[in-house]
């Protein structure tokens, strides 16, 4: 059986070596650290997953409940028996994820890889021991790390990345986050639910860059009756500990002085200290792997897939990747349709979005036609009592073919599916439009949001 070894046990190369064995390679997967998972599940996607819930029950019991007619006495905050729920379901899931592996005969190998040529790979595990590795096909899947910008001081307490935030021993009494993306806003409201004053720093004049304005526009405001101080247009030149106090500085803007500051500006692909410059393997100029369609680099046999080549840095993709990679790799016809991969920000209300955002498509001059519904005219939203946001369709003006859905309100995480499976299908909106919603739920929302690209909305 020809042999597959992948660099990397994240959502890329755990999901690409199943799928391996699957298929009858001989499969082996290295990782440095002892938990399997990657950043997703270890100290990404999951535990601050695990903090917003906990976070949105703790708000809600404190203000939420008496509106359904639910009167409890005080409620007090134990972080940290908070925090170790949040580690529990990390654990649980990552010895999962290593008994999947066990279960379709992959090797796990637990260490540092380095390249130290084509097809030969240098494994040093914890206790500093070496061995050495080679395959017929090796696939890259190393993820990616926070990135940060010039000036910034990071020292993993006071000032530190969303890592450090997941398992902050104490409340902060104020916490600047810098960058207002996904991650930023997602753990800014952990800290604001849970008792902080939060400030989001943003060089942009906008928040959570590359949705849709129209919905980006509407979480500001909801996240701003929340309590995020947004400072927008403000261009960060330094970030420092000074006197015990994280203190961040903006060009023109007086010194903003904080407990902790989490630096949140994006990710870099992990593509160093790999050894990769003695294979011959391209990077672009953002340190990424170039590769083809199949994932192939430039040199035969190797591949990469993830985080560590172009594309949105989420789980999802990457998992598609790994899959895809493999198939190709066996003969088969793997694919990933790069149009139809959902992003989600899991704020409350929730965002998530698909396809072309309104700016994209004024862009690039294709007609289109908008539907808009909203949360307060769902009869499910009234009895959840949760009316704030909308979803928006876009469509081709001319074939009505979906080319992106954006919503915020509640769900809105699990609502984008549907929009997702319309899209790949090639759906229009009288598609979507014809198809039975079961009443009364929020998936009406997006029924009468594909009538309304037609003037036809039954319920506004």
């Given amino acids: 059986m020809p042999s597959l070894l992948i660099l990397g046990g994240g959502p890329a190369g755990y999901v690409a070596a199943i799928r391996a064995a699957q298929l009858g390679f001989t499969t082996t997967c290295v990782e440095r650290e002892p938990a399997l998972g990657g950043t997703c599940l270890r100290v990404g ?42 580690d529990d379901v990390v654990n649980g899931l990552t010895k999962g994820i290593d008994g999947l592996l066990k279960k379709n005969n992959v090797t796990r190998i637990e260490g540092h890889a380095r390249f130290t040529g084509p097809g030969a790979v240098s494994v040093t595990t914890a206790s500093g021991e070496t061995r ?35 398992s902050y021993p104490s409340v902060p009494e104020h916490l600047v986050v810098i960058g207002a993306g996904y991650i930023g806003l997602e ?16 060089y942009l004049d906008r928040i959570l860059p590359g949705m849709d304005r129209e919905i980006a526009d509407e979480a500001q ?25 994280g203190v961040v500085r903006c060009e023109g803007r007086d010194p903003i002085i904080a407990d902790r500051v989490l630096v949140a500006v994006g990710r870099v692909p992990n593509t160093q200290e790999l050894g990769l410059e003695t294979t011959g393997i391209q990077l672009d ?32 993709k990457a998992e598609e990747e790994g899959v895809a990679c493999v198939e190709f790799i066996a003969g088969k016809h793997g694919h990933v349709d790069y149009d139809t991969i959902p992003g989600v920000c899991y704020t409350h209300p929730e965002i998530a979005s698909v396809g ?61 599916a549907e929009a997702v499976v319309a899209m790949s299908f090639h759906a229009s909106a009288e598609d979507l439009a014809r198809c039975s919603h079961a009443h009364p739920t929020l998936a009406e929302i997006l029924k009468e949001a594909a009538l309304a690209t037609d003037g036809r909305a039954l319920h506004s």
């Fill in 45 to 86: 996607c999951i535990p601050s997953k695990a903090l917003l819930e906990s976070s949105e029950i703790y708000t809600a019991s404190r203000h939420a409940l008496e509106r359904h007619g639910v009167l409890a006495g005080p409620v007090q905050l134990d972080l940290a028996r908070l925090l170790k729920r949040k």
């Fill in 221 to 245: 405001k909801l996240l701003g009756r929340q309590g995020l101080d947004f400072r927008l247009g403000h261009k960060v030149q330094s970030a420092r500990v000074e006197d015990g106090k």
């Fill in 132 to 166: 050495s590795l080679s395959a017929d096909h090796i696939v890259v899947a190393t993820g990616s790390r926070p990135s940060s910008l010039p000036g910034i001081e990071i020292d993993g307490s006071i000032i530190g990345t969303s890592t450090e935030a997941l």
């Fill in 285 to 316: 100029p953002r340190g990424r792997i170039e590769v083809d369609p199949h994932f192939r680099t430039s040199v035969a046999g190797h591949y990469a897939i993830g985080d560590v080549i172009k594309g949105p840095m989420l789980a999802h």
């Fill in 187 to 202: 753990l800014g409201s952990v800290w604001a639910r849970l008792g902080a004053k939060v400030t989001v720093v943003e």
């Fill in 356 to 416: 072309k955002t309104e700016e994209q498509l004024k862009e690039s001059g294709t007609p289109y036609k908008k539907g808009v519904f909203h949360y307060r005219a769902n009869g499910r939203a009234h009895a959840l009592a949760e009316t704030d946001g909308r979803a928006k369709i876009l469509t081709h003006a001319t074939t009505d073919r979906i080319l992106g859905v954006h919503i915020i309100g509640a769900r809105a995480g699990d609502l984008i």
